[in-house]
């Protein structure tokens, strides 16, 4: 049994006006009860993850991703997953615009005139950095939750990776394609990069990368060097953005294929013959006998008669399209092992540039304590963490380390996402999961007026 997950793509929430509001809540309940169906039939009730790929919310804004996390909390119950199980991206909507400082302004038209080496020096600065990333503090704290923290220098990120067969493995590799968005990009007229840092994903023998990314290829002023980088080393690129679904294999040279898969939306504003509520549950698994990847889609759409959705058999190429990837990277890698246990794992950060932010007090662990975090996966703290980022304030989760005398005495430093990371894990470390967990639901509790 390989790896299965729900994709979903373009949620917007917080874009629902009128009756659109009832009918859009409808719906996407009505995803989590048909999630639950196929999942059951394909998986036996329980699948690996949900795939976000951008547009989780519609204004970036604090009040839509609390709606988006409890949203996301129902689908992933409903599939047998753990809540802290998502990999998400940032959508053009995912930024809130209004945070766009007049400096923050400037820069944009200066990249936008210029090109990749002006959008490079731009990176280089921390004060400029500083002015584009401001926009993304809400889904910034929101992804922090769930492990998939933006790269705050322009890198790439990746956390995840999933093990289909021993020596055999998937890696999810996040991309930011919007960080250059301004309301009013065209893909007729490329405006967006994606950057070197980001582009210059890693290859590994034995490991498949699986890009995730908001706007497909044709968006970049820098297409053709992503598209080289790509096709060179990944054999996955799953993007959203444009509300049509397609798919499409390319067979880049003997013995390498790519598979480049669009997303239609989960939630466009409104359903009609050319755009509808979709989304996929793809499978990923071990291809024995081309020693390849293997993808099978399971295209779900909206059905306006029967108000539900069903098997969608027009749009990604039938009713469960399956594609056999050749992978040089399974084939290059070592003899398999009789074992054929599957798992998935937390790995190291290993984006060509810090995540989280640039200080000394980054805190994605080093190799010596990956085991030990492991452990703490395995005993709630990924749940725990994500409730401690994504459903408490700032002031509620100092309060916490304060009384938990997890602060240093004397320490004048600003305290930092990054920080407050690293003093929870010495929390949990320290045997303090159970106590921390409790003063996670007693401020919620206080907060709703318990």
Known sequence: MGAVFVHVS?????QEKGERIHIHADVKQQLILDAKEVISSIAGGRANGILATGDIAHSGTRAEYEEAGIWLDELAKSIGVEIHQVQMIPGNHDLDRSKLSF???QILDHIRAGGTD???AILNNPTDRAALFARFEDYGR?????NCPLNNEGGFASEMKIELAPGRSIRFIRFNSSLLCHGGEKDECPELMIGARQFTIPRENGVENVVLCHHPLNWYKDREQVREYIRSRARVFISGHE???KVSVDNVEEGRDVLMLAAGATAPFKSDDTYTFTYNIIEFDWDEEIDGLCVTIHPRAWNPARTSFESDEKRLGGKHPKFRLQSPSFRNAAELSKSTKSELVFEENVSNSPSLDSSPDNVIENQSNNKEKYLLDSNGYETARLKFFRDLFETERLRILVELEALPSGSN?????????KFFDMLIRNGKLAI????????IEERNGG
């Open 10 to 14: 373009d949620i917007h929430f917080g």
């Open 103 to 105: 400096s923050g302004s």
């Open 118 to 120: 002006e959008y490079e």
């Open 142 to 146: 929101f992804s922090f939750g769930y």
């Open 243 to 245: 509300h049509n679904p």
């Open 413 to 421: 430093d600003p305290i930092t996402q990054g920080l407050e990371r």
């Open 436 to 443: 921390v967990e409790r003063l996670i639901d007693k401020l």
